[in-house]
């Protein structure tokens, strides 16, 4: 292989490094994606289709003030001249810069069917019309004085500009998204209004840091509003590293509805569909996951109007609300990735600040060049008019010459030292401008001409007056299209979430009894209600019960496993009863060299006992082994050969155990430690580690006296324990008669 990715061979055949070629190929295609097709320049705000169909618009005078025009005829001008692909995804482009619902600034003023916000799509474009707006006058404006440059198209035949002037900073206000190779943005709208607040403090106070911005700049400000819920240090960090985002929740009041009420939602997040986030309800509604909505309406008509009803009048509000937000689009995050073209090439992500310096310095680019533009035909203007005057202030040797004379324009060039323009231009006069009322116009055009040059001359020699006109073009763009106006009002608001003390967790689960079954092959289903006989639960063959509890929909089941760690399941999470459920291992990440030792329902504030085989144990507060994931949480340690074989509840003051050596121990509960994780003490000593090992453990009272089952399953009281009493740690005395043969205390209900 060589090192250049093609080398001729002599047969004439090409060998080509394919490694290089690729990667030389991917990149260029990676370049050409970026550059001219997804992310936006950050001087214009727009990306290359935005501006090929603006400046076809403009070029067919498609301006404010003008008529309509068939959009079929910009996106023909636009994929024939400037941008050569689908004429659909050119329309779908310019249809994008005529929704009100997806541009807070609209760049095209559409007549016929554009769309909506319950996602239909706009006609087809030989059935629509369309012009310019303001806004998009305003970045489009004195593009003919040089203010920017232009490239050959495709075809050769036109030019385009390769950006636009700019007044008016459209990359925050209108905000866009992309998605490139290897990179993507997306930028929310802003008010244009703040956006020029904070331009003008800017140019004041360039060392301004971003928190000074925010100070001007204090969110986005949606198309479609919503209240934005985000904390300001948040967004203050968000707009300083150009990454972030913002949560936006919908807009509601309460309105009543005879004894009860009902929510009304006027205002949804930016880029939820309207029909789409009410079917979204509708689904979630059927599969019961919002227990307080009662039914959900679209009364929409020009303006958003979702009807909420609580199933019942007793439900808050608030909580009901919070419950629709945390499953439903009513709250959604719109993403900040400030990923632009710094400088027109340079893919980048930017801060606020920078994103509005460099803006302001296009602007300064563009007043530079627009006022050596106007300089130039004031001076070519000049030169002419004191061409004029020279004819006026001799007119009668003018008149001869060129009556006489056999080549008057060099005569007058030689006798009046005038250049060839203006001899051009006096032989061009009409004889009905030798008038004195034409003289004294022409000596006053050449006075204000020259103001205005010196005036320019001035403003290019001077920093500090340039900026002084960049703010005041800047201040005339607030006035038109700022917080004052209709357009420039500010439509999204800030809030704070509201706080509530209910849990909403448990709270959206529809509270309903049920029996958790769990079989000894390790199958879990939860049946309809408390079942009091399960023999008439069926299992699959081979396989029989193992544990039936009963619970509300509302709990968590704890699973207690040999490997020390406890399971939480959300009883709503478990498989309904007509089958013969699930295995309980593909909901929880439980080993499978472990298995159940225990299931119960967590009851805050009780506490536990937990024992290993080899006799360590320990007290445990149930608040702390409650697992927040499928791994569970590790509460008793054990390694192999050991392993958890008991949890029992703390009801008493005396703690009982029996080893498989038949040795029962009694002695007093607070000889336990009370731990959250670990190995524990030893209970009961039996002579050789590991032979034999602890049987059973339970917790009674010493007034109640020590309990056990029999093989009938009738429980037996015993009150004649003391003899067996001692300190943790000792062997036991042998067990008293009538004890089970199991060994085991088998205490009913747990």
Same mark, same amino acid.
């Not at 990440?589 to 506490?607: C, L, N, W």
């Given at each position: ?6 080398? $001729? ?101 559409? *007549? ?49 500009p390769i950006v636009l002037p700019g007044n008016f900073?459209?990359?925050?206000? +209108? ?29 004041? +106070? ?125 709250? +959604?995050?719109?993403?900040? +990735? ?91 006069? *009409? ?51 700022? *917080? ?48 009091s006989d399960t023999k008439s639960v069926s299992f ?50 439980m080993e499978e060299t472990a298995d159940v030792v ?102 009674? $009272? ?44 088998? *205490?009913?209900?747990?």
């Amino acid at each position: 292989m060589t090192d250049t990715p093609i080398s $001729s061979d002599g047969d004439g055949t090409q060998t080509i490094n394919l490694k290089q070629a690729l990667e030389e190929r991917y990149l260029s295609y990676a370049l050409s994606t970026i550059i001219d097709r997804a992310l936006p320049d950050v001087r214009d705000g727009l990306k290359p289709v935005h501006r090929r169909v603006l400046y076809a618009m403009h070029m067919l005078k498609l301006n404010p003030d003008q008529g309509f025009k068939k959009c079929a005829r910009v996106v023909g001008d636009v994929i024939g001249k400037y941008h050569p692909h689908g004429d659909q995804s050119v329309y779908d482009a310019m249809v994008r810069l005529a929704q009100d619902f997806a541009q807070r600034y609209p760049l095209v003023d559409g *007549q016929g069917n554009f769309g909506n916000i319950d996602g239909d799509n706009a006609a087809a474009m030989r059935y629509t019309e369309a012009k310019m707006t303001a806004v998009a006058q305003a970045l489009l404006e004195a593009i003919s004085e040089d203010t920017v440059d232009f490239r050959d198209t495709f075809t050769n035949e036109d030019d385009e500009p390769i950006v636009l002037p700019g007044n008016f900073p459209n990359l925050l206000a +209108n905000g866009t998204s992309g998605i490139a190779v290897g990179m993507a943005t997306s930028i929310p709208p802003h008010n244009v209004g703040e956006l020029c607040d904070a331009a003008l403090h800017l140019i004041k +106070n360039p060392k301004a840091s971003t928190a000074d911005i925010v100070k001007y700049v204090p969110g986005p400000d949606l198309p479609t509003g919503g209240i934005i819920v985000e904390d300001r240090d948040s967004i203050t960090k968000s707009y300083e590293t150009g990454r972030g985002g913002f949560r936006v929740r919908a807009k509601w009041h309460k309105e009543k509805n005879g004894r009860s009420y009902r929510i009304v939602i006027t205002e949804i997040p930016f880029q939820v569909q309207k029909s789409r986030l009410v079917e979204k309800i509708a689904d979630l509604m059927l599969a019961k996951k919002l227990p307080f909505l009662g039914d959900v309406m679209d009364e929409s008509a020009e303006d958003i109007r979702l009807v909420l009803e609580p199933k019942t009048r007793n439900i808050d509000p608030t909580v009901l609300m919070e419950s629709m937000f945390r499953l439903t689009e009513l709250e +959604n995050r719109v993403s900040l +990735n400030m990923n632009v073209l710094s400088h027109g090439r340079i893919p980048n992500v930017l801060g606020i600040k920078d994103v509005l310096q460099q803006w302001l310095d296009h602007r300064k680019e563009v007043l530079v060049r627009r006022s050596n533009f106007r300089l130039g035909k004031i001076e070519i203007r000049l030169e002419l008019l004191e061409g004029y005057l020279v004819a006026f202030l001799n007119i009668d040797e003018v008149i001869r010459i060129i009556r006489f004379e056999d080549k008057p324009k060099l005569v007058l060039m030689e006798t009046f030292s005038l250049t060839d323009n203006q001899t051009e231009a006096i032989l061009s006069m *009409q004889l009905r401008r030798l008038n004195k009322l034409e003289e004294v116009e022409i000596r006053t055009e050449h006075d204000n001409l020259s103001k205005e040059r010196d005036g320019l001359l001035d403003l290019l020699k001077s920093d500090a007056k340039q900026w002084s006109k960049i703010s005041g073009e800047i201040a005339l763009t607030k006035k038109q299209f700022g *917080q004052d106006t209709e357009l420039g009002k500010r439509r999204s608001q800030f809030e704070d979430a509201p706080t509530i003390d209910v849990d909403l967790d448990m709270a959206m689960v529809e509270k309903e009894p049920v029996t958790v079954v769990l079989s000894q092959k390790g199958w879990i289903r939860a049946l309809k209600g408390h079942v009091s006989d399960t023999k008439s639960v069926s299992f699959k063959t081979g396989d029989k019960l193992h544990t039936a509890i009963t619970a509300q929909t509302t709990d968590k089941i704890i699973v207690f496993a040999s490997n020390g760690k406890f399971y939480t399941i959300g009883a709503d999470g478990l498989p309904g009863g007509r089958g013969q459920g699930e295995p309980l291992r593909l909901m929880i990440d439980m080993e499978e060299t472990a298995d159940v030792v225990r299931i119960f329902v967590h009851t805050p504030g009780r506490k536990l006992v937990v024992a290993s085989l080899m006799g360590n144990s320990f007290i445990v507060d149930e608040a702390g082994i409650l697992a927040n994931t499928k791994k569970g949480k590790q509460v008793l340690n054990v390694k192999m050969p050991d392993e958890a074989v008991s949890c029992v509840i703390v009801e008493g003051d005396k703690v009982a155990v029996v080893g498989e050596n038949r040795k029962l121990l009694v002695f007093p509960l607070d000889q336990l430690n009370e731990m959250v994780r670990g190995k524990g003490v030893r209970l009961q000593r039996y002579g050789k580690l590991g032979s034999p090992n602890m049987a059973d453990i339970t917790v009674f $009272s010493s007034t109640d006296g020590l309990k056990w089952a029999d093989p009938s399953g009738r429980v037996r009281v015993f009150q004649e324990w003391a003899d067996w009493e001692g300190n943790r740690a000792q062997a036991g005395k042998n067990v008293p008669k009538g004890f089970p043969k199991s060994g085991l205390f088998n *205490q009913s209900g747990f």
